[in-house]
């Protein structure tokens, strides 16, 4: 009789170590899902606060560039990023994701240096930032596109994609054509 308590205590103790070891397993899976979501949702952010940093100066450079292609180009990115910033507000709050709702430091900065300046300084300030950013923004949209974890996310860089690089040739030819770069 001791016999069959030993072995039906040794076998209740393997299932017990059985059943531990696969809520490890779902722990250790689960945190690497969550630290999935984690780099997506920052992703999201980042790209919220570049969104708005466009919009921002382009806003600015649609009143205070000298020239009127530059102007013409700012109105342009004012309209795709808005409607961009609006498509991603609705992906963020598919995925539960609140946005920034006004610029961090870096960004803040940036549309004060450019304030500072008039003139074709300003034009080229402008444009060698739209150039930058862009090249950057492309960058990360097509990390994203191609790796993010969130099939939306994925979705959205695919969708935006097209627009950045137009702007981002736009923003190289009329730099290239006013001497910014």
Known sequence: MKTGKAVILAACACLLGACHNDRDD??????????????????????????????????MATTQAQSEEV?????????????????????????????????????????????????TDFDRGYLRMMVDNHNKTVEKF?????????????AFAERTLPTLREHQRMAKEIAD?????
Do not use: Y
């Open 26 to 59: 779902d722990r250790r899976s689960g945190t690497a899902e969550r630290a999935m979501e984690k780099s997506d949702s920052a992703w999201i952010q980042d790209v919220a606060q570049g969104g708005m940093s466009e919009v921002r100066l382009s806003e």
């Open 71 to 119: 102007r013409r180009f700012a109105r342009r990115l004012v309209n795709d990023h808005t409607n961009a910033n609006n498509d991603l507000r609705t992906v963020a709050r598919g995925e539960g994701v609140t946005l920034p709702g006004t610029l961090d430091t870096h960004h803040r900065e940036m549309a004060q240096n450019l304030a500072r300046s008039n003139g």
């Open 142 to 154: 097509e990390a994203a596109a191609a790796g993010a974890s969130d099939a939306e996310v994925r």
């Open 177 to 181: 054509r006013l001497g910014a770069r």
